[in-house]
């Protein structure tokens, strides 16, 4: 009898790691993208949110290719990574990443503007957290 090994798949570890590392490139690229054409035309996408949680969820789902729950929470949580870097460029420009010390103080400021109280921003969190959760459900292979 015959034995057939597959010498070239990739394990769970192997795929998730994998997913990781590009995962986390499409998301720091998006973001870096989204937030240098935000802060150019000024004016807020809240639409593209959607579109960068499908393409941080296509980019695991593709080259990762898991079927456990962590491949859902990592599309989720570089789904947020990638609209807070896209966010932070769009308000404070690329000098953001060289302002360390001031990351808390600027954080702070987002948040107050997320949670105002007006509809402009209930809507804009709406939909980030829709993309997010597009970001979480089709992160995974099911």
Same mark, same amino acid.
């Given at each position: ?55 941080n969820a296509y980019v ?11 491949? &859902?929470? *990592? #599309? ?6 990638? =609209?807070? +870097? %896209?966010?932070?460029? @769009? !308000? ?28 402009? &921003?209930? *809507? #804009? ?6 993309? =997010?959760? +597009? %970001?979480?459900?089709? @992160? !995974?292979?099911?």
């Amino acid at each position: 009898m015959y034995k057939i090994f597959n010498s070239n798949a990739l394990n769970r570890n192997q795929r998730f790691l994998r997913a990781l590392i590009l995962g986390t490139v499409s998301a720091v690229v998006l973001g870096i993208v989204y937030g240098l054409f935000s802060s150019t035309l000024r004016i807020e996408f809240s639409i593209v949110y959607l579109a960068i949680g499908y393409a941080n969820a296509y980019v695991i789902c593709n080259y990762g290719r898991g079927v456990q729950k962590k491949f &859902s929470i *990592l #599309g989720a949580v570089l789904t947020f990574v990638s =609209i807070f +870097i %896209g966010d932070m460029i @769009s !308000r404070y420009g690329l000098g953001f990443f060289g302002a360390f010390s001031f990351w808390p103080a600027l954080f702070m400021m987002y948040l107050r503007s997320m949670l105002a109280t007006n509809i402009n &921003s209930l *809507l #804009g969190l709406l939909f980030r957290i829709g993309g =997010i959760y +597009i %970001g979480y459900t089709y @992160s !995974r292979v099911v």
